[in-house]
């Protein structure tokens, strides 16, 4: 069945979409956010809880690739999760470090005006990574958006640890740079 199938199913408010979405995407959400949470019990709830904000979303919303619509809301979901399971402590995580790694490159949260800024932020981040070559927009989404560590990307490209810590540390350069000239980080 195809996406877009499926998001006709949605829109005709018909259950079987929950069922087919599970089926073409459910090992690709739990991947998701079982690289976030590490705990397979939480990454199934929160593939479960996609399920339903997918129900919600769709309609109105039509999303343009339906595997990455899925991703993002499990992902999201998953960070929340982490969060509530993870206030209390703080460090060692892989979020932790991701974060803190981007904290450089990033405009403080206070800073950004709302909504519309955050989006056109992330637009600008989408088109930095475009702009990239196929390698290290990999690596750099792997990082960053999947949470994959180092050594799993390491392992999957066939490189040296410290050759994908050096290709990250550059990357984040070049996006701090384009933000600059974005006008999203001041210096």
């Given at each position: 069945?195809?996406?877009?199938?499926?998001?006709?199913?949605?829109?005709?408010?018909?259950?079987?979409?929950?069922?087919?979405?599970?089926?073409?995407?459910?090992?690709?959400?739990?991947?998701?956010?079982?690289?976030?949470?590490?705990?397979?019990?939480?990454?199934?709830?929160c593939v479960n809880d996609t399920?339903?904000?997918?129900?919600?979303?769709?309609?109105?919303?039509?999303?343009?690739?339906?595997?990455?619509?899925?991703?993002?809301?499990?992902?999201?979901?998953?960070?929340?999760?982490?969060?509530?399971?993870?206030?209390?402590?703080?460090?060692?995580?892989?979020?932790?470090?991701?974060?803190?790694?981007?904290?450089?490159?990033?405009?403080?949260?206070?800073?950004?005006?709302?909504q519309i800024m955050a989006k056109?932020?992330?637009?600008?981040?989408?088109?930095?990574?475009?702009?990239?070559?196929?390698?290290?927009?990999?690596?750099?989404?792997?990082?960053?958006?999947?949470?994959?560590?180092?050594?799993?990307?390491?392992?999957?490209?066939?490189?040296?640890?410290?050759?994908?810590?050096?290709?990250?540390?550059?990357?984040?350069?070049?996006?701090?740079?384009?933000?600059?000239?974005?006008?999203?980080?001041?210096?």
């Open positions: 069945m195809t996406d877009e199938q499926i998001i006709g199913m949605y829109y005709d408010r018909r259950e079987e979409a929950i069922k087919e979405t599970e089926t073409r995407y459910g090992k690709y959400c739990l991947r998701v956010a079982d690289a976030i949470l590490k705990n397979r019990e939480d990454a199934e709830e399920w339903l904000r997918a129900w919600n979303a769709i309609p109105p919303a039509y999303p343009k690739c339906l595997r990455m619509f899925l991703a993002r809301i499990t992902r999201n979901l998953s960070f929340n999760r982490y969060q509530l399971k993870h206030t209390a402590k703080r460090g060692g995580g892989e979020i932790e470090a991701v974060l803190e790694e981007l904290e450089e490159c990033v405009a403080d949260s206070a800073d950004i005006e709302g056109e932020l992330g637009q600008s981040i989408t088109h930095f990574v475009y702009g990239l070559s196929e390698r290290e927009g990999n690596v750099f989404v792997r990082r960053y958006f999947f949470m994959e560590g180092v050594a799993e990307i390491a392992k999957k490209y066939g490189l040296k640890e410290n050759h994908v810590s050096v290709i990250l540390s550059r990357t984040r350069k070049a996006l701090k740079e384009h933000l600059k000239k974005e006008g999203y980080v001041c210096e």
